[in-house]
Each structure stands twice: as C-alpha cells, then as structure tokens.
C-alpha cells in the first residue's frame, strides 16, 4: 500500500527544482545595484519579469514600487509569502566581489537575499503545481526600512484587488551560524516609534550664557532623563528601549544656538506601552522646556510607527514542525523576541479591521569562518561580535539562499495543506 509523501519530503522534491544558478545571480545582481525604499524601480521590473517566465498573474506598482504576483492552481486555501526589496544608505565594507557599486547605498539587511529566495520558491511551486492545490500571491514590498510599504500596498487595495489570503508568510536572514532557522511562537519583534523632537532655546554669545536659554543644556537634560523611563517607570517583566540616536545643534564654539534637534527611537513588545512610552517622553521634553524658561514649546513629532510582530501561534508550530522535518530538529531554534521591528504586521489587517494570522522566521546567515572566529562560547556572545543587520559589513552566506528556497517552499505547502 502506498502512502503520500510528507509535506516536509514534497518540499525538498519541489525546492530541489529550482533554478539555483539562477537565484545566485539574482542575488548578485540585486546586490551589486542597491535602490532605496520607494525607489526600487530596477528591482521591481526585474522581479516582474521573473514571475512572468514562471507563468504568474503579475501585477506592478502596487503601493508604489510593490509587485503582486498570483499563481492560482485549482481550490483551496490562499496563502501570501512576502519579500521586501529596499536597501540602506550605508557604505557597503564587505570587500564581495559582488559589492555595491552604487555609492553609499547597500543591501546591509538582507532584502535582495529575501527577493532572489522567494523567486526560487517562486520557481519551485510553479514547476511542481501538481503537487499542491490553492492559490499563492508573492508580494514583493518596496519601504520596508522606512516602515511604510507594507501600509503603502494594503491601502493600494493589496486584500481588496488580490485573492485574501488565509494566512501571511515572511522570512528574514540574521546573524548567527549558517543553517539554523528560527521560529517564535507569539511575540518576535517589537513595536517601534521614531520622534523628532526641536528644542527652541534663545541664542547669543557663548561669553554671555546669562542672555540665553541654551538648548544644548536642556537637550542634555532630556537625553539622561529619558533613560530613567525604562528604567523606573517600565515595569522589570516588560521589554523597552529608549534611544537618542540623533542630537544636533550649534554651528560654531562661541554661539550658544537657538534651537536643538533630537532624534528619538522607541521599541517595545505592544501598542500599549509605547504609548505610554511616548506620553513619557513628551512630559519630559516639555518639562524640562518649562524648568528652563523656553519662550517657544517643544516641537515633538512622530514620524514613523510599527506595530509589533506577534506570529499565530498555531501558524508558527506547523511550519516549525515542517522545518524540523526538512532541516533536523537540532538546526530549529526558539531565541525568543528581539526588539527590532518590522511593517510586516500591516500587511495582515482586513479591510474590516480584522487580522490574519501569519507567521515570521529567522535564517541565521554568518559565514562559519566567521562564527568560528568570532570571541566567545555561547551563542549569545558571539552573535553580539559578528557583523549584524544595518552594518556595513553584513554578508549572508550565499549558502542559505538555497535553504531559504527550501523553507519558503515547505511553509507555503504546509499553509496550502491546511483545512480552513
């Protein structure tokens, strides 16, 4: 008597398929010819062109520079898989022979990597339809850095224009040794709110200070308060962070200036307490205007916000449990909630205002010469010495975009499988 194949055993079959040489140098290319977010034009054509090869429904500027492509294969279940396309403005140090060649601009993150992954996946569910049954929509997102493409393409009508899906699939590539995969159940990254805040003081001579209000003073004063938030006002079971990552002001060493500029970056694991959060950092600034003697208030504004990422639990155990089977149940790992964020979860809300559950995953990517180089014995001790996300010297081991094929692949087919 025979017996179907495991799902975990129709992945590798269909992943196997794919065209690798191919993705390599998708990957390379998207390398070489980093664009920014809102500008990923060449990227998007070239994606566009790839789904068509394949025989996807193929639709381009959605949300700006975003391409849907639909590949309806008879009834079931939808399941939308997400890439993002943007690079950074970093000076790439990586020394590859396939480095940046746009200056100031590299893909430091990781997205030309998640591009050429999901083509292959791509690749290897279109070549094996008579495997599965259902439809998949492959999302290419442009501004994800930025925290507005995922926003930009659901109101271009991303669930309205396009099959809804049943359930949201992304996937990242991290520091840490090559081949492992990483899945959380619940909370994986954290909610972020980035605030620009301006200070205006009264300038004069820097030998008269008793003429002023100095805005570098009071500026000082709101950069050592606002640490005291987390620590004394964020409960010690809860997760926060408060970064002042930006502070300019003055033009010349005997001015006291007029005005002060800060840049504020918050992340946290809800909606909740970020507010609370924010409320905080407002009482603060305007207190510390107020005990200064500011004529002007404080300008305090928001000027990007995500929502935390919280993957279905149930979601996350089936997939885990697909990639155990492919990978070995010693390559999955739980490291818990990290606090970068992400514009994925925007993506999930209907219309209506309702979520769909999704799920969000890690591949680890550090060289091996470069893990086994770095100091330390614990996984945590290293991870904290290799090159991570936003360096300038990122650089995913090519090998996992194969894995990263495999993984994408076996997800979709578990979420197809599924009975709604």
């Not at 009264?202 to 005291?228: E, F, K, Y």
Request: charged fraction near 20%.
């Amino acid at each position: 008597m025979s017996t179907a194949p495991s799902t975990a055993a129709t992945a590798h079959t269909l992943a196997a398929d794919h065209d690798h040489p191919a993705v390599l140098a998708l990957y390379e290319e998207l390398h070489r010819h980093p664009e920014l977010s809102h500008a990923e034009h060449t990227t998007a054509a070239r994606v566009a062109k790839e789904l068509r090869a394949l025989g996807v429904e193929v639709t381009e500027n959605v949300g700006g520079t975003g391409v849907v492509g639909v590949l309806e294969n008879g009834p079931g279940r939808t399941v939308l898989a997400r890439a993002d396309m943007d690079a950074l403005p970093v000076q790439e140090a990586t020394g590859l022979a396939y480095a940046s060649r746009v200056d100031g601009l590299m893909h430091a993150c990781g997205h030309d990597m998640h591009t050429a992954m999901l083509i292959g996946a791509a690749q290897a569910l279109a070549r094996g339809r008579q495997h599965w049954s259902g439809t998949v929509l492959f999302v290419f997102q442009p501004a994800e850095e930025t925290g507005e493409g995922a926003l930009a393409m659901r109101d271009d009508g991303l669930l309205k224009r396009f099959p809804c899906p049943d359930v949201l699939l992304a996937q990242h590539v991290s520091a840490g040794p090559a081949g492992l995969v990483a899945h959380v159940e619940g909370p994986v990254l954290a909610a972020s709110t980035s605030l620009d805040v301006v200070i205006n003081g009264r300038g004069g001579h820097g030998s008269r200070p008793d003429t002023t209000i100095d805005p570098i003073v009071i500026g000082a004063a709101v950069v050592g308060r606002v640490q005291s938030i987390v620590a004394r006002e964020i409960a010690p079971r809860q997760s926060a962070v408060v970064t002042v990552g930006r502070f300019h002001s003055g033009t010349a060493n005997n001015v006291i200036p007029a005005t002060a500029e800060l840049g504020l970056s918050v992340r946290s694991a809800s909606g909740e307490l970020q507010d609370q959060i924010v409320t905080a950092i407002r009482r603060i600034v305007t207190g510390e205007c107020a005990a200064a003697g500011t004529l002007a208030e404080p300008e305090i504004r928001i000027v990007k916000s995500m929502p935390a990422t919280v993957n279905d639990p149930r979601t996350a155990r089936r997939i885990a449990q697909t990639h155990r089977e492919m990978f070995g149940a010693a390559r999955i790992i739980d490291p818990g909630a990290a606090m970068g964020s992400e514009d994925f979860s925007e993506l999930a809300v209907r219309p209506d205002g309702t979520s769909i559950p999704y799920h969000y995953w890690f591949l680890p990517s550090t060289l091996a010469p470069v893990w086994d180089a770095a100091p330390g014995t614990s996984l945590e001790e290293k991870f904290a010495q290799v090159p991570s996300a936003h360096s300038p010297h990122f650089a995913p081991d090519p090998a996992v975009l194969g894995q990263g094929v495999a993984a994408m692949t076996g997800a979709v087919l578990t979420e197809l499988d599924q009975r709604t």
